[in-house]
């Protein structure tokens, strides 16, 4: 059995040196279920501590480890994680990684791991003082600072550094829902509560009471005016929180998405909730939008492919693997996606865009460019609960970021505009 802190190493080099998601990174080496949390939280720890845990290994590291050495950069990123955050015993740490890497790499490397990671103990209390909270490397602030002021990035960063809570969407009575789970009841229905186990658990799972979605990720269906009976056309639907909004609100969703693998969770999650869609489809949204009829559906909802910086509370990784190219790369292809979703949106209907991305230029300015071009729509104001009138711009979209609702924990960094077709 894999020792849990190699197996976090070995993530962690996978997610910065490949710059994937945590997740895909950890299907490669399966942590036991009973190392999991310990793997996720070690992990995830260390990405939201890395610019200055760098900081201070430049300071404490006197020589360059060798290229076959790699592997205990990573182990002293995650030991000094554990030294400064964790509060794991002095002993443990140390004794721990130097076995590790004496066993990987050799007693050498092992004698310098040691010797690091005991000066990064005494040196605790100092450390502590230094640490300002800083958790965007320049390159991630750059981007951000393209969209919000200095300060505004600065409130985004703190906030970002909380470990979210757990979000759920109740198929009706929420109220009850709340009570059952012992869950607080956010502004606009969403439940919240503390993420501790397997969800799968928690009362009224089995009985689909109820799925899992962020507070932020579920606003921009609640935007919507009536729904029931409409004809709805889902792009982008997987894994399917805002097809179960919809359906549960009595729509007639026609789900499309490309990814056969996300389209097989929604249809899981949509059959222990008991919900049935008009139809599920596996195409490529630009494909499926040439091949239907003008004028087609009443609502078009299009959470678009982004570079979902928004969910950097939940993925810390983002901060480090994205940059301003991937949101370069994502803009026009969701400028012709809203292009394309336009004549599908009969005259007097609804088209709904949403991204989870903090950029402004997948949002705001993806709005704006297309209102220039199409002057047959416009901006339907959200009327919101008071407690959420801060996430309205003046131009009547919404956008969120992780500072707001601080009250209630934070929230995802979200985008949405309903528009209407005159």
Not at 17 to 25: D, G, L, Q
Not at 299 to 305: H, K, R, S, Y
Not at 344 to 365: H, P
Not at 369 to 395: V, W
Request: proline fraction near 6%.
């Amino acid at each position: 059995m894999s020792d849990p802190r190699l197996t976090a190493a070995l993530i962690l080099q996978q997610i910065l040196e490949k710059k994937v998601f945590a997740s895909e990174a950890k299907a490669c080496f399966e942590p036991s279920e009973q190392d999991n949390a310990f793997v996720n939280m070690l992990v995830l720890t260390s990405l939201r501590r890395l610019v200055f845990i760098k900081k201070i290994l430049k300071r404490f590291v006197q020589k360059k480890l060798p290229p076959r050495a790699t592997l205990a950069q990573y182990m002293l990123i995650l030991g000094t994680s554990e030294i400064l955050y964790l509060k794991t015993p002095d002993y443990a740490v140390i004794n721990s990684y130097v076995e590790i890497v004496k066993t990987s790499l050799d007693k050498y490397v092992a004698g310098f791991v040691n010797a690091v990671l005991r000066r990064i103990c005494a040196a605790r209390q100092q450390l502590a003082t230094e640490d300002n909270g800083q958790f965007f490397p320049s390159e991630f602030r750059r981007l951000l600072n393209l969209s919000y002021s200095p300060k505004i990035t600065s409130r985004i960063e703190k906030a970002a550094l909380e470990e979210p809570l757990l979000d759920l969407s109740a198929k009706e009575n929420p109220e009850r829902i709340a009570a059952e789970l012992n869950a607080r009841l956010l502004p606009g229905g969403t439940l919240r509560l503390k993420n501790n186990g397997a969800v799968s658990a928690l009362p009224g799972y089995s009985e689909g009471k109820w799925w899992v979605q962020d507070f932020s990720s579920a606003l921009p269906v609640k935007l919507l005016p009536e729904v029931k009976g409409k004809r709805i056309l889902d792009l982008c639907a997987a894994p399917g929180g805002k097809t179960a909004q919809l359906l549960s609100l009595g729509g007639e969703v026609t789900a499309v998405d490309i990814s056969a693998v996300r389209l097989e969770r929604l249809r899981e999650n949509l059959r222990r909730l008991k919900l049935s869609p008009r139809e599920v489809i596996c195409a490529d949204a630009f494909a499926f939008l040439s091949g239907i009829c003008p004028e087609s559906y009443d609502i078009v909802v299009l959470d678009a492919p982004c570079s979902a910086t928004g969910t950097l509370r939940r993925h810390p990784e983002l901060v480090h693997i994205k940059n301003l190219g991937d949101t370069e790369r994502l803009v026009p292809v969701q400028a012709k996606l809203l292009e394309q979703a336009a004549p599908a949106v009969i005259s007097g209907g609804f088209l709904l865009y949403c991204t989870c991305s903090l950029s402004c230029l997948e949002g705001e300015k993806q709005i704006s460019a297309f209102l220039e071009k199409h002057s047959g729509f416009h901006i339907i104001r959200p009327a919101l609960p008071a407690e959420l009138s801060e996430l309205i711009t003046p131009e009547g979209c919404v956008r969120v970021l992780p500072y707001h609702l601080q009250t209630y924990g934070g929230a995802d960094g979200f985008f949405a505009a309903l528009l209407q077709k005159d």
